[in-house]
């Protein structure tokens, strides 16, 4: 037994002598591995903004493919011409302006009308009934606390 110990002895320091150069190996892997990481993960976050920005101008280009067709669409109704291929949306579109228009009369004159009433007239409105309102609930305050 005694002569088993010191080459136990050996093997044990030649397991740490491996075992140190193993870890070592893992710290530089490690080490290397970090530094990859970092690396792509940068390079994702630039193809990450880079097809946001791509997505923004592929957007854009289709709003304003979109805003042609509406000025196409416009300048026909505006000269009343119909579409060939929606003979019917010249009359819908004719139709709506009548009735923007109305709305726009009835808002101009309902503005006009407001602006012609007297304000002494409204307010005065406004403080008799706010003085109703306080006699109301006091008289029933008194009531109900009196009962």
Known sequence: MELEIPRLEVDLAECRAMLSVET??????E??????????VAEIATHKRDKQKLEKQVEALEKSKT???REIGKALADNRVEPLN???A?????AQRERIAGQEARV???RE?????KRVDVWTSWVLLLIFAVLIFGGTWLILRAG
């Open 31 to 40: 080490k290397t591995f970090a530094a990859s990481d970092a690396a792509l």
């Open 24 to 29: 070592e190996a893992l710290r530089v892997l």
């Open 90 to 94: 010249l009359t819908a579109v004719l």
């Open 86 to 88: 929606q003979p019917d």
């Open 108 to 110: 101009a004159a309902s």
């Open 113 to 117: 009308k407001s602006g012609q009433e």
């Open 67 to 69: 805003q042609s067709y």
